[in-house]
């Protein structure tokens, strides 16, 4: 068994501030099943609100592949897993690695949420059709800095990959070497320092709602590519709070045409909505 002790910044669930140390949703509620988590030098099995500056201590072991996502579907032709941010979709301990199935889309690195894998030839095809053609719904909740007032409008700009770098610039206005994106942004919540901000995409590039959101002055807490250093270390965020909230497919061949217009969906342990 491994052993970890933190203190906490922020009030909150148990469960939640566990997985946020970098487990899944799923294992951080093993380890409170299995009463191996201690807050404030007593041990709990419960899920219980912890408030600021409460010492935690969790115990243990070396996660399997399936504690490093959360299922959300599988039949014979595909699984629809919620990726945990910190965990590569192709190479070496990557998600087709350890799922020995077929990712036909991405997610980088650093950020988590629903992903799709295939299980057979025929299924790999209708869904990468499905993605070529743009008849997949996706969207992403997203903490950003700064107070927003986004409406849920459009909002069209201009990027540029440059792959050495592995860095995403936008600007407003067309330009040689400049790829149009479209992203529409709609914010659930607002405050002075920081909002949670609703993001479909309408186009696909790389990095589109990181770079586009820094771009217009909101850059994702914990981004350490596109957003602001001393801003960062403000919240303390190990990984960019950017989250594929669901995935729909509008348009699906044979033989996944039953899924078509299911809504795969699951909301990140960090995201908090005061009614």
Same mark, same amino acid.
């Given at each position: 068994?491994?052993?970890?002790?933190?203190?906490? =910044?922020?009030?909150?669930?148990?469960?939640?501030?566990?997985?946020?140390?970098?487990?899944?949703?799923?294992?951080?509620?093993?380890?409170?099943?299995?009463?191996?988590?201690?807050?404030?030098?007593?041990?709990?099995?419960?899920?219980?609100?912890?408030?600021?500056?409460?010492?935690?201590?969790?115990?243990?072991?070396?996660?399997?592949?399936?504690?490093?996502?959360?299922?959300?579907?599988?039949?014979?032709?595909?699984?629809?897993?919620?990726?945990?941010?910190?965990?590569?979709?192709?190479?070496?301990?990557?998600? =087709?690695?350890?799922?020995?199935?077929?990712?036909?889309?991405?997610?980088?690195?650093?950020?988590?949420?629903?992903?799709?894998?295939?299980?057979?030839?025929?299924?790999?095809?209708?869904?990468?059709?499905?993605?070529?053609?743009?008849?997949?719904?996706?969207?992403?909740?997203?903490?950003?800095?700064?107070?927003?007032?986004?409406? %849920?409008?459009?909002?069209?700009?201009?990027?540029?990959?440059?792959?050495? !770098?592995?860095?995403?610039?936008?600007?407003?206005?067309?330009?040689?070497?400049?790829?149009?994106?479209?992203?529409?942004? !709609?914010?659930?919540?607002?405050?002075?320092?920081?909002?949670?901000?609703?993001?479909?995409?309408?186009?696909? !590039?790389?990095?589109?709602?990181?770079?586009?959101?820094?771009?217009? %002055?909101?850059?994702?807490?914990?981004?350490?590519?596109? %957003?602001? %250093?001393?801003?960062?270390?403000?919240?303390?965020?190990?990984?960019?709070?950017?989250?594929?909230?669901?995935?729909?497919?509008?348009?699906?061949?044979?033989?996944?045409?039953?899924?078509?217009?299911?809504?795969? =969906?699951?909301?990140?342990?960090?995201?908090?909505?005061?009614?």
């Amino acid at each position: 068994m491994k052993k970890k002790t933190f203190v906490v =910044e922020k009030n909150g669930k148990l469960a939640a501030l566990i997985a946020e140390q970098g487990f899944s949703y799923n294992y951080a509620n093993k380890i409170l099943r299995n009463k191996d988590a201690i807050v404030d030098g007593t041990r709990t099995r419960e899920n219980i609100d912890i408030i600021a500056g409460s010492e935690i201590t969790i115990y243990y072991a070396e996660e399997s592949f399936d504690e490093r996502f959360d299922k959300v579907y599988e039949d014979d032709n595909v699984l629809v897993l919620d990726k945990r941010a910190g965990i590569e979709v192709q190479g070496e301990n990557s998600l =087709e690695k350890l799922t020995g199935f077929k990712a036909v889309h991405r997610l980088d690195r650093n950020t988590s949420g629903i992903m799709i894998m295939s299980k057979n030839k025929n299924a790999e095809n209708a869904l990468l059709k499905a993605f070529k053609e743009r008849t997949v719904e996706k969207k992403y909740i997203a903490e950003v800095f700064g107070s927003t007032n986004f409406k %849920g409008e459009a909002y069209t700009a201009y990027l540029k990959k440059d792959s050495e !770098k592995a860095y995403c610039e936008v600007c407003d206005k067309p330009r040689k070497g400049y790829e149009e994106i479209v992203t529409t942004f !709609k914010t659930i919540k607002s405050n002075p320092s920081s909002s949670i901000v609703e993001c479909v995409l309408g186009t696909g !590039k790389t990095h589109q709602i990181r770079a586009h959101l820094a771009h217009l %002055g909101h850059p994702i807490i914990g981004d350490g590519k596109y %957003g602001r %250093g001393e801003d960062n270390k403000k919240f303390k965020e190990k990984y960019q709070k950017l989250h594929a909230v669901s995935l729909r497919f509008k348009k699906l061949d044979e033989p996944l045409k039953y899924l078509e217009n299911k809504i795969f =969906e699951k909301y990140p342990s960090w995201l908090k909505i005061d009614n």
